[in-house]
């Protein structure tokens, strides 16, 4: 059985979709073992402890520079004997050292169809601001494996979503999620559990 730890920053909703997506049995050979926020009092930590996981706080702003940040991050995921990270919806860019830790072990969920749409300030409800800036007529999601490059790791799954007229970010940012997030992120962690998922360069292969 593999031990997930999940990264938070806010209100945690690709969490619940992984707290929902265990509760029906769908995260074949993996278990979420530890919830990390970024922030104290995010919304994802009270998801966490409702569900029975348990919870801390590594705030961001306790840490000098973002490596020493990363460093102390990667210390308390290996002290908890975790497999497999999880960044869903954390909102800090990590350095080197984690990837280093756990390579090709790290998944993170983006709101758009990378390559567009990413990258350093492309995060949360900015992404979809830009896509309706650009007048796209779809975006969607990727999940894919974080590399050294901010948005750039092996790209896992991806779905495409349709732009409707009038949206808003919000509405944009909604339909992704309900649409692709919450369905290909519990997808990836379940494949990855199995050991499905093979890299092979930028490609990944998902085998039976
Ligand atoms: C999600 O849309 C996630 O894809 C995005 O932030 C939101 C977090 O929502 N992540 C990024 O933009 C990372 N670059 P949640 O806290 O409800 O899961």
Redesign the pocket.
Known sequence: MKKIAVL????????QALIDAQGRGEIVNGEIAAVISSKPGAY?LERAARAGIPGCVMARKEYADSRSYTVALRDKLRELGIDLVV?????IILTEELVEAYPNAIL????ALIPSFCGEG???LH?HEKALEYGVKVSG?TVHFVSAEC?GGPIVLQKAVPVEEGDTPEAL?RR??EQA?WKLLPRAVSLFCQDRLQVDGRIVHITD
């Open positions: 938070v920053s806010g209100g945690g909703t690709n969490l994802a960044l869903a919806g954390f909102m993170n969920v983006h709101p492309f995060y949360g992404v999601a948005d940012q992704i999620m997030e």
